[in-house]
């Protein structure tokens, strides 16, 4: 056998590259101008506040890359963001893979989330439901499923979709081409969890940035 050809069959086109840059960052310009998202940024970061203070939790539940989302904020949660401090309570209802294909083959996969949150959500705590679309099934069931159990809404989304009529705290990225809502939804997740990191541990954060 001969050595394996590893160029691409056509020449990359930087132009294109250069789009996909300009386009995720005209996103992320209208997220900086935008006050109302900003506004809402920081009553997410106050109800997360508070569910942690009054010992209530963060769940998260999303699909696909959202689903990664989910796991990602609910480790920076757990674990830790930019300096060591206590772990805060938050699981991401995307990891049990005996939960999901349980819940998923004997209920449907719409029940996902709202199965596993009248399984673990007390009243007071916060579920984050990550749709790019605003429309999943397994999120808009969740949200339905929140009204019963007494537990705070917030969805992470795009500019369209029905969650923003079920959420409490609606946080939209500007968009509604499902990357780019992506790439934003990563900015404003860790965006929560240094506001969260640097209210909670204050004396930590000081010490982190001297
Ligand atoms: O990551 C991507 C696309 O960038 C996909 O995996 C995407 O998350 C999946 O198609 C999801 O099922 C989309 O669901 P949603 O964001 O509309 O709720
Ligand atoms: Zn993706």
Do not use: W
Request: charged share 20%; hydrophobic share 45%.
């Amino acid at each position: 056998m001969g050595a394996v050809d590893v160029s691409l069959p056509l020449p990359v086109n930087t132009a294109t590259i250069a789009d996909y840059i300009r386009d995720s960052i005209a996103v992320k310009q209208k997220i900086l101008e935008d006050q109302a998202l900003q506004a809402a940024i920081v009553r997410v970061v106050e109800v997360c506040l508070d569910a942690f203070r009054n010992g209530n939790k963060i769940l998260l539940g999303g699909n696909g890359g959202s689903a990664a989302d989910a796991q990602h904020v609910a480790a920076e949660f757990v674990s830790r963001f930019e300096f060591d401090r206590p772990g805060l309570p938050a699981i991401a209802l995307t990891v049990d893979t005996s939960a999901l294909t349980a819940i998923g083959n004997d209920y449907g996969y719409e029940l996902l989330f709202s199965r596993q949150l009248e399984a673990l959500a007390r009243p007071g705590d916060v579920f984050i439901g990550i749709t790019t679309s605003g429309n999943s099934r397994n999120i808009l069931k969740g949200f339905e499923a929140c009204d019963r159990l007494g537990v705070i809404k917030v969805a992470l989304c795009g500019a369209g979709g029905k969650v923003h009529e079920l959420a409490d705290h609606v946080l939209a990225a500007p968009s509604t081409h499902t990357p780019r809502i992506q790439e934003s939804h990563l900015l404003i997740e860790h965006m929560i969890c240094a506001l969260i990191e640097e209210q909670l541990f204050a004396s930590e954060y000081k010490k982190a940035k001297s």
